[in-house]
């Protein structure tokens, strides 16, 4: 038999006690898919757009719509969405350089960023070409019990605090992630104190999880991976940024010149991956949400702590599980891997991964390559050995990964 009775019996039980949670999730993804449909016959999508151009491509009509269409879903002035973007940290790194200037100073209200953001501020982690390098101040405001402090933000915006960076997702540590309530909260305190501080959102896995998105909650610009959630697994690579008129057109300097800014820019790729994928993202991004609980739920069941608990609402697709030994989580990742559609014969190994401090394991048998809004895992080798789970472009294939990786784990101990 492929999984233990043990496992089967467990995976009823836990998909009976998820049906609550399930029909909230599937209310938000219907919501959602009526929010782009609307946006989609707003914009008069249609067939023209989903043309390729070359060169310069000015007047990319493409381009344009696809823009139009993410300024309106996201509620922002204006929208940069280019395949350009070679990753999430890219997008971000844009913000970031396009808007700071020498003596201005960014603070972080979630504690420490993501790993790779780490490299492009610089100071936790020095790199060539970092912000640090260019004159940017940095401080952190460090979280409170895994929450936001609230009462510390005065505290910290000073006169040349020209930024601060809210990240929503959990990254790679056990804290929660940022509900929408949270992230208007957070705002509201920073413009009571320090009405032009830019309010900055890294929504990295955040997109379509609720039905209100950062920047309808007091953000000023945003920024996020189109190999995560908005792509709906179709968009073959790049990020977008939403957000304030001026300050999009001042990331767009950085992403081509001075005087270009986003009036450049072939659509090389099909825009057709970009646009249906947008389309497909409120129930894909659902699909995997389902996954991490039933994730979380047979991961309780078996004994370990699980962030978030099966029960609790999420703020990102991310489910993270204690493991508490590198066996497990190697075995963990090997499951995955396992019941992957691409490169299931192999068997993943931790290597030094660009932008990252320690040493990562990462189960990706993706279409499309380090997808995470497609069924992935992946943990950095430092303790308790935390499996950080997230994606699935479908329910049936997160449920087999997760009894897969349950299994690996049972198979330790025979
Ligand atoms: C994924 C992610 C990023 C960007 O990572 P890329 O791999 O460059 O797309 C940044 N911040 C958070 C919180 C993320 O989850």
Redesign the pocket.
């Known amino acids: 038999m492929t999984f233990s009775k043990k496992l089967l019996d467990l995976k009823q039980q836990v998909l009976e006690e998820s049906a609550p949670f399930f029909h909230r999730i599937e209310g938000i993804a219907e919501e959602n898919t009526l929010k782009v449909l609307d946006a989609m016959r707003e914009c008069k999508v249609s067939d023209a757009h989903f043309n390729t151009t070359s060169g310069y491509a000015y007047d990319d009509i493409g381009r344009g719509k696809l823009e139009e269409l993410y300024a309106r879903i996201f509620a922002a002035e204006r929208a940069l969405v280019r395949t350009q973007f070679?990753?999430?940290?890219?997008?971000?790194a844009t913000v970031l350089f396009g808007i700071l200037r020498p003596g201005d100073e960014l603070v972080s209200l979630t504690g420490k960023?993501?790993?790779?953001?780490q490299t492009v501020i610089g100071y936790d982690n020095p790199s060539l070409g970092s912000l640090k390098e260019f004159g940017i101040l940095y401080d952190e405001l460090p979280m409170a019990d895994g929450k936001v402090d609230i009462k510390g933000i005065a505290g910290k915006l000073k006169s040349n605090t020209r930024m601060v960076l809210i990240?929503?997702?959990?990254?790679y540590s056990m804290r929660s992630p940022l509900s929408i309530g949270d992230i208007r909260e957070i705002t509201a305190e920073v413009k009571r104190v320090k009405p032009d501080c830019i309010c900055f959102v890294?929504n990295?896995?955040g997109e379509f999880v609720d039905v209100e998105e950062p920047t309808q909650a007091g953000v000023d610009i945003m920024a996020?991976?189109l190999?995560?959630n908005p792509g709906g697994g179709i968009a073959p690579t790049g990020?977008y940024i939403v957000g304030k008129k001026e300050l999009v057109e001042l990331a767009s300097y950085r992403l081509t010149a001075p005087g270009m800014g986003d009036e450049l820019g072939a659509s090389l790729s099909n825009n057709r991956l970009l646009f249906q994928g947008l389309f497909l993202a409120p129930h894909v991004v659902s699909q995997a949400i389902k996954g991490a609980v039933f994730a979380a739920g047979m991961f309780d069941r078996l004994g370990y702590k699980t962030l978030p608990l099966p029960s609790e609402e999420r703020g990102?697709i991310?489910q993270a599980i204690e493991l508490g030994s590198a066996e497990k989580l190697k075995a963990f990742c090997g499951g995955i891997q396992k019941y992957s559609p691409v490169d299931s014969f192999a068997a993943p190994e931790p290597w030094d991964m660009p932008?990252y401090a320690d040493q990562v394991i990462m189960a990706a048998g993706t279409f499309v390559q380090?997808a995470?809004i497609e069924f992935s895992a992946d943990g950095p080798l430092r303790p308790p050995y935390n499996v950080y789970l997230q994606g699935g472009l479908t329910f049936e294939h997160a449920v087999i990964g997760i009894l897969g990786a349950a299994q690996a784990i049972e198979d330790l101990n025979s």
Request: charged share 20%; with cysteine.
């Open positions: 070679v990753s999430g940290t890219h997008a971000l960023p993501y790993d790779t953001m990240q929503r997702s959990r990254g890294d990295c896995y996020g991976s190999i995560k990020g990102d991310i932008g380090g995470s």
